[in-house]
């Protein structure tokens, strides 16, 4: 009897600890939700949020069970996820929809088709509802990577000729051509932006003889003519990753990213540059600046606090000597976003997840990732074959700078084991009315979970709440959840997205594809 009291007692403080949990001092409301009759294992829904006029527009493909051929549709809604005009996207055989990307409020949507090098463009004007589409017979385009419209033109992503270059699709004209600026052997990795406010297009790519890393800046035209060109390398033994260029006015051009020790395959820190502030007679230039990891306030807040002053003590030894303490970070960068003070820069950590089952040859032995015993053939074989099955992203840092590349604050955001099968983005990000804070959120099994970063503020990184499937006071349960996204809007607005099965109190079930709108005021 005794151990019932206790156990009792225990109980009692669990769920009395638990009612007098703070809550979070601003939560998002969901005001708004659309559902559509539409299964995950028959349909496919591309969310494409259009800025210039608050609304969105769906591209949705069915696909009939009898005919075999998919349907497509574009499908307008407003801030209040009303719906608007419908519209019929009479889709040829033998294309499959590739990319979907947007300029004002045009949508376009590219196809590729079985015959080589064919692709095929729908154009979508959401205000009139005019369609219009055409084929390009290309002959070389093979593998599509991205799409950016830049005043009514396209430019693509595509790998030709074991190169990695750009495809200039003028719809107005009907015409094609690739870029002759942009041609990279593979494998090469570039960043492209579209800037609607300069009307031009900046190119950054990475180049690495295997020692050193370096980035060339391509700066090109609406139409595709190269404008201006110029590298930017570091000394010594650094070496640039990859980059992000601030959006807008060019007359503040800062670059900043990710920059390494020797090793190409991992980060040491962030660099950032003032491209306006020009180079030295040597050819350096004079604003750049390095901010290793342990610079940074907030990066190791996943780390125990013992375990960081052992790791900076370390440094500081190594330092003594004239050398670095080296990092393991691999590190997804955003697009830089503009703030009052300057610009706002978030980047993922992120690790490779590998299959550590596999079948060794030798003896034939199952390896279960706790070692064997043949010596160094074996893991070298075993190193050659294991297979990446995915990425983890871990935490994700987010930074402020002047128009200078001097770093003015840092946070970061811890997540909750998210995986992805691709490479991707797994953070959100969104400036909140008063121009200082910002949000940062991710989707995961149902439920928002989100940080607030006021600059360098330490604030909880488990805030969450879970999606509604009702504005009412109706209950209902979300047994299953598929294919959870998360975009940004506009204001302080994020739209989650996906498939659900439903169980209401009453009533049948339902399957349907969501969309819920999470608002910060």
């Avoid at 750049?288 to 370390?314: C, E, G, I, S, T």
């Avoid at 330092?319 to 300057?342: F, I, K, N, T, V």
Wanted: proline letters at 5%; charged letters at 25%; one cysteine or more.
């Amino acid at each position: 009897m005794r151990h019932l009291y206790l156990f009792t007692g225990l109980l009692f403080c669990f769920f009395a600890a638990a009612a007098q949990a703070p809550k979070p001092p601003v939560v998002p409301t969901q005001p708004y939700r659309l559902e559509l009759p539409l299964e995950a294992y028959s349909s496919d829904v591309l969310v494409q949020p259009l800025l210039e006029d608050s609304s969105l527009v769906l591209l949705v493909e069915k696909e009939p069970l009898l005919t075999g051929k998919s349907e497509y549709t574009f499908q307008k809604f407003d801030h209040r996820l009303q719906p608007g005009q419908v519209v019929p996207l009479p889709v040829p055989r033998g294309y499959e929809f590739r990319q979907i990307c947007a300029e004002g409020t045009d949508v376009y949507a590219l196809f590729q088709g079985t015959t080589e090098g064919t692709l095929w463009v729908a154009a979508f004007d959401s205000r009139t509802g005019e369609l219009g589409t055409g084929e390009f017979k290309t002959k070389r385009a093979r593998q599509v990577h991205d799409l950016k419209a830049l005043d009514g033109n396209l430019f693509v992503t595509v790998e030709a000729d074991m190169h990695l270059t750009i495809l200039l699709l003028d719809l107005r004209a009907a015409t094609f051509r690739f870029l002759p600026s942009v041609y990279e052997p593979l494998p090469a990795t570039f960043t492209f932006l579209a800037d609607s406010v300069t009307k031009r297009a900046e190119l950054i790519l990475s180049e690495t003889n295997g020692f050193k890393s370096r980035l060339q800046l391509k700066q090109l035209s609406d139409n595709g003519q190269l404008l201006h060109s110029e590298f930017v390398q570091a000394g010594s033994e650094r070496g640039l990753l990859e980059a992000q260029l601030s959006p807008g006015d060019s007359a503040a051009r800062l670059l900043a990213g990710t920059y390494t020790l020797r090793d190409s395959r991992y980060s040491q820190g962030l660099f950032a540059a003032d491209l306006n502030a020009g180079v030295t007679p040597t050819g350096q230039r004079r604003s750049l600046r390095y901010y290793d990891f342990l610079n940074f306030k907030h990066f190791f807040d996943f780390m125990k606090p013992a375990r960081v002053a052992r790791m900076r003590q370390r440094s500081e030894r190594l330092r003594a000597s004239d050398r670095q303490y080296r990092h393991r970070y691999r590190l997804l960068m955003h697009d830089m976003l503009p703030s009052p003070e300057g610009y706002v820069l978030v980047a993922e950590v992120y690790f490779p997840r590998y299959n550590t089952s596999s079948y060794n040859n030798l003896g034939g032995l199952y390896n279960y990732g706790y070692g064997n015993n043949f010596g160094p053939l074996a893991r070298s074989y075993n190193a050659v074959n294991r297979r990446n099955e995915g990425y983890r992203t871990t935490h994700a840092l987010i930074c402020g700078f002047d128009r200078q590349g001097n770093l003015l604050w840092d946070n970061s955001f811890l997540l909750d084991e998210v995986e992805h099968f691709s490479l991707q983005e797994a953070v959100r990000v969104r400036p909140l009315g008063d121009g200082r804070r910002l949000v940062m959120a991710y989707l995961k099994e149902n439920e928002f979970y989100y940080k607030m970063v006021d600059q360098t503020t330490a604030t909880p990184n488990d805030w969450k709440v879970e999606l509604q499937t009702t504005t009412t006071e109706a209950a209902e349960k979300t047994t299953n959840t598929q294919q959870e996204q998360l975009i940004t809007w506009y204001g302080g607005r994020f739209l989650a997205s996906g498939y659900q099965h439903i169980k209401p109190t009453k009533g049948p079930d339902r399957e349907v594809f969501f969309l819920n709108v999470l608002e910060f005021k």
